[in-house]
């Protein structure tokens, strides 16, 4: 009997996991690039059941029973999300798989979706966090318009000049297991061991989403589905509750039996 109380706890204890993970989500509804998580449960380990003796034992008692669930994996879910037109000169969307790869301010290197560029002092291509894309890109000053073509290559029309001219290109970055990667915050992510390592590309090649200027990539967040989902966790967990409940009845009816 004692087993129930332990058992509905871990079923709890999950259900309160994705109700967590739903409200983050349905949070960044609005938050551009940004993709939603998904949590995985798994269940916990199993124990012999053995017969005993007795007129009150079943002889087939002689099953495994199951100890609980738990929390297995909170992964990101890289769907595509809505493009949206801004008519934003350095806005970036990719419509496909694929990252931008930004320069830390430590050195190393992240990844991201969010196509929010943006000019340094520099005149440096930056993300909205002021993180150098890479590989660099610098807008000359007496730069009088830029283009960003689907396949990454960025032409800009100098002061005096009839043509413009290229002046560098975005590349992409992608990885086997993009929902192993891990959030780093800001839209951000780095490589893990569950992603595997990176591999780039130019955009429109094969495995890679192609570019599209004046647009940004809104959340993947359904709301529908997210609502549904969290109306499942609240009945999962009241049931978990339920069971707590019946148990300590049960243990409450048990002990009343010595008087």
């Not at 669930?69 to 934003?88: D, H």
């Amino acid at each position: 009997m004692l087993d129930a109380f332990y058992i509905s706890a871990t079923g709890m204890h999950v259900q309160e996991t994705q109700v967590g993970v739903i409200a983050n989500n349905l949070a960044n509804v609005n938050t551009t690039g940004f993709k939603k998580s998904k949590a995985d449960f798994q269940d916990l380990m199993y124990r012999e059941l053995h017969a005993v003796r007795g007129l009150l034992v079943r002889p087939d008692i002689d099953k495994p029973l199951g100890l609980g669930a738990m929390v297995s994996s909170i992964s990101k879910v890289f769907s595509q999300g809505e493009i949206r037109a801004t008519e934003g000169m350095l806005d970036v969307a990719i419509q496909g798989a694929g990252f931008m790869e930004v320069l830390l301010d430590d050195g190393s290197y992240a990844y991201t979706r969010t196509g929010d560029l943006k000019l340094d002092r520099d005149g440096m291509l930056v993300n909205s966090n002021g993180d150098l894309l890479n590989p660099s890109i610098q807008i000359p000053v007496d730069a009088q318009g830029v283009s960003i073509q689907a396949d990454g290559r960025v032409f800009a029309l100098l002061a005096g000049g009839a043509e413009p001219i290229e002046i560098g290109r975005i590349e992409l970055a992608n990885f086997i297991n993009p929902g192993g990667l891990t959030p780093l915050g800001d839209n951000l992510y780095l490589p893990s061991i569950d992603s595997g390592d990176v591999y780039y590309g130019e955009p429109t090649d094969e495995g890679f989403g192609a570019l599209a200027q004046g647009f940004l990539e809104g959340s993947n967040v359904n709301l529908v589905e997210e609502l549904s989902n969290l109306v499942l966790a609240q009945r999962g967990y009241e049931m978990n509750s339920k069971v707590l409940q019946a148990a300590d009845e049960m243990l409450g009816i048990a002990s009343n039996l010595r008087r």
